[in-house]
């Protein structure tokens, strides 16, 4: 069984996917959303569960640098809470803090222009936030 990660922003959701022994993630797609207008891209989530049959969900919780959790924080907890509503999955939260720094680090290394970046930002947000739950794990 496979492990979902997830990098919940205001207008997208970057998306990542284990491999089937839980050892390395893959970045998968970027899913826009919209949470004024109560779009969360659910349904499309949904059937990435189904295909890669998911049985844990990883969702970052990005933290204030001393460890308070803002708003961003509580948007990411309401995400999780209703996609285990939704879903019946245990949903674990891990620690995001810098990994979109991180993953922004790595594609400029990568000489990635701009436009590109933007496009995969979030889903290679969303395989280091995976990544470092798995490695937790060994």
Partial sequence: MRVLG???????????????????AQGLETIKI??????????????????NEVSKI????????????????????????????????????????????AAERVLLEADVSRKKRKQVIDKMAAALILQGYLDSQK
């Fill in 6 to 24: 997830l990098d919940v922003g205001s207008k997208t959701v970057g998306v990542a996917v284990s491999d089937a022994f839980g050892w390395t």
């Fill in 34 to 51: 919209n949470e004024e207008e109560k779009v969360f891209g659910f349904e499309q989530i949904g059937k990435i569960i189904k295909e």
């Fill in 58 to 101: 990883v969702v970052g919780l990005p933290k204030n640098m001393n460890g308070t959790i803002g708003p961003r924080g509580e948007a990411s907890q309401f995400y999780g809470q209703e996609l285990e509503k939704m879903f019946g999955l245990p949903v674990i939260y891990w620690d995001e803090r810098l990994t979109t720094m």
